[in-house]
């Protein structure tokens, strides 16, 4: 009757060493192609990046019966937690060497149930506005048959990194 599951993920240190380091979208990428580990967020929830550009990023993952909630339907927080990450990477993609962001806030329509039978699901997520200290980011749930399954809005703060200290 039990069921197990095992994952493994890399140090975070790693990758956060390198934000302000690289541009947005080499950072992003270099997550991606798996020069960069991905946080551990993705290994627990087995999600990747599958696509890449300024302003786009597109999430990929293939709902399981460890995703569900006491109803067996996917749990809200894992349609938010790609939703988040969806449109936080695009904003992400946006922003010079030595930037970084946080998200403000986030708010999810659900619109359809999704279990394990769905299938894979992409979490398209693109910027919509990005001032100086601002950026609006949208971010769709998708099935393999590109029905609408959630849809997110995030605002993002933009800030400067602290430079890095150097050594005499």
């Known amino acids: 009757m039990g069921r197990s599951r095992t994952y493994e993920w890399q140090d975070p240190a790693i990758s956060a060493a390198e934000v302000g380091r690289l541009p947005g979208i080499d950072f992003i990428r270099a997550m991606a192609t798996g020069r960069l580990p991905a946080p551990p967020i993705a290994a627990t929830l087995d999600f990747t990046i ?8 597109v999430f990929r993952c293939v709902p399981g019966e460890e995703h569900y909630n006491p109803i067996g339907s996917v749990h ?9 990450s969806a449109a936080g990477c695009a904003v992400h993609t946006t922003l ?14 659900f619109l359809r149930q999704v279990n394990a039978d769905t299938g894979p699901i992409r979490a398209v997520g693109v ?4 001032g100086r200290r601002t950026a609006l980011a949208e971010a769709e749930l998708l099935d393999a048959r590109d029905r609408l399954l959630a849809h997110a809005t995030s605002t993002c703060l ?11």
């Open 96 to 109: 010079p060497q030595g930037m970084a962001y946080t998200s403000l806030d986030l708010s999810v329509r």
């Open 76 to 84: 809200g927080g894992l349609y938010a937690t790609l939703a988040d």
């Open 158 to 168: 933009l800030f400067p990194l602290p430079p890095e200290p150097t050594n005499p």
């Open 50 to 57: 599958d696509e890449v550009e300024e302003g786009r990023v």
């Open 127 to 130: 910027v919509r506005s990005r």
